[in-house]
């Protein structure tokens, strides 16, 4: 069965230091998205791609993130200058298009900023 | 914006029936999920529901109420491996994002 993969799962990085996180979506998808959750709390949406462009970002995709699909099947995100409060999970997820909207989930990368 | 409600921890014991409600207000809506998360994992897809009415899927169903901005999660002959959180996602009118709530932990025991 196909599904969404990320590498690294665990990442340690140094405030203030870059991190890219890769993802690769579900290879029929049309919509990726990026989500985080920080321990104990709920899942929250970053932003979603479609397109080769982001449709739509939060609050907290601010400028210190950005996305990319650099060819046909990677998808990432990258934080330019980590701070303490970066430190969560974050998922990546696809989903088909239109007519199927359940969004598929990979296992994640384990993101601690020291 | 989004308010999505639901409880925080629920018990059962194996073989029993949990129904777990999910209430939500929204500036649009077009469709609620319900996800499955064990600790440390990801969030696994279990259903989806955009009209009123009940969706049935083995041991699990969800049913949607749209006008009472309401849903709730059935999981029948509850097995010790349904012990996790469920959580629930609102899909707004306009875009593909998924809000959702703080997820309702169901421990199941012998």
């Known amino acids: 069965e196909p599904e969404v993969t990320q590498t690294p799962s665990h990442q340690v990085t140094q405030m203030g230091q870059e991190v890219i996180l890769r993802c690769v979506p579900i290879?029929?998808?049309?919509?990726f998205y990026w989500y985080r959750q920080i321990l104990g709390q709920k899942v929250e949406f970053l932003v979603s791609?479609?397109?080769?462009?982001?449709?739509?970002k939060s609050e907290i995709f601010d400028d210190q993130f950005s996305v990319e699909r650099p060819d046909g099947s990677n998808f990432t995100l990258k934080i330019r200058s980590t701070k303490l409060e970066d430190s969560a999970m974050y998922f990546c997820?696809?989903?088909?298009?239109?007519?199927?909207?359940?969004?598929?989930f990979g296992p994640g990368t384990r993101l601690t900023v020291t | 914006g989004q308010n999505i409600d639901q409880p925080t921890e629920m018990t059962a014991t194996e073989g029993a029936i949990v129904q777990i409600n999910c209430t939500y207000q929204?500036?649009?809506?077009?469709?609620l999920f319900w996800y499955q998360q064990h600790a440390g994992e990801a969030p696994t897809f279990l259903s989806y529901?955009?009209?009123?009415g009940l969706e049935e899927k083995g041991r699990f169903s969800s049913f949607l109420s749209r006008s009472k901005g309401y849903s709730y999660l059935l999981l029948k002959e509850l097995q010790m491996k349904d012990s996790a959180s469920y959580l629930c996602?609102?899909?707004?009118?306009?875009?593909?994002?998924?809000?959702f709530g703080a997820g309702t932990t169901v421990t199941v025991r012998a």
């Open positions: 529901n955009v009209l009123d």
């Open positions: 929204t500036s649009g809506f077009n469709g």
């Open positions: 997820a696809s989903s088909g298009g239109y007519g199927t909207y359940e969004q598929y």
């Open positions: 290879s029929n998808h049309l919509y």
């Open positions: 996602a609102v899909r707004g009118s306009d875009d593909y994002k998924l809000s």
């Open positions: 791609f479609y397109n080769n462009e982001i449709s739509e």
